[in-house]
């Protein structure tokens, strides 16, 4: 199992993101809850939200307001999209498998936000 992130680079203030993970060796619509995690400059991992295999999605209700998780199952890929991003915003961001009980057993290398 793989997973890769893919951003857009540098960003403005205010701006709504869009960031990818595409996944290989297994389908997102299998048992398992598909996982945006992020690590600020300084700081630990901050868990943000998932989408699990039946679509259904939960977001940390610290970033709720301003975030959304969404799927594409023909190219087995879930996304992640912040708006009105701040520099508090920046961060590298990871994508990763939970198979249940907070077991995260695949993780993609991460992708910096700015670029």
């Known amino acids: 199992v793989q997973l890769q992130e893919s951003g857009p680079g540098l960003v403005n203030t205010s701006q709504t993101l869009s960031l990818t993970c595409t996944v290989s060796?297994?389908?997102?619509?299998?048992?398992?809850?598909w996982t945006w995690i992020r690590q600020s400059p300084g700081k630990g991992l901050e868990w943000i939200g998932y989408?699990?295999?039946?679509?259904?999605?939960y977001v940390s209700p610290s970033l709720k307001s301003r975030t959304s998780i969404s799927r594409d199952t023909s190219n087995n890929q879930f996304s992640l999209q912040p708006s009105s991003v701040t520099p508090e915003d920046t961060a590298v961001y990871y994508c990763?498998?939970?198979?249940?009980?907070?077991?995260?057993?695949?993780w993609g290398q991460g992708t910096q936000v700015p670029g």
């Open positions: 989408i699990g295999y039946s679509g259904a999605t």
């Open positions: 060796g297994a389908s997102i619509t299998t048992s398992a809850y």
């Open positions: 990763a498998r939970n198979r249940g009980s907070d077991e995260y057993d695949y």
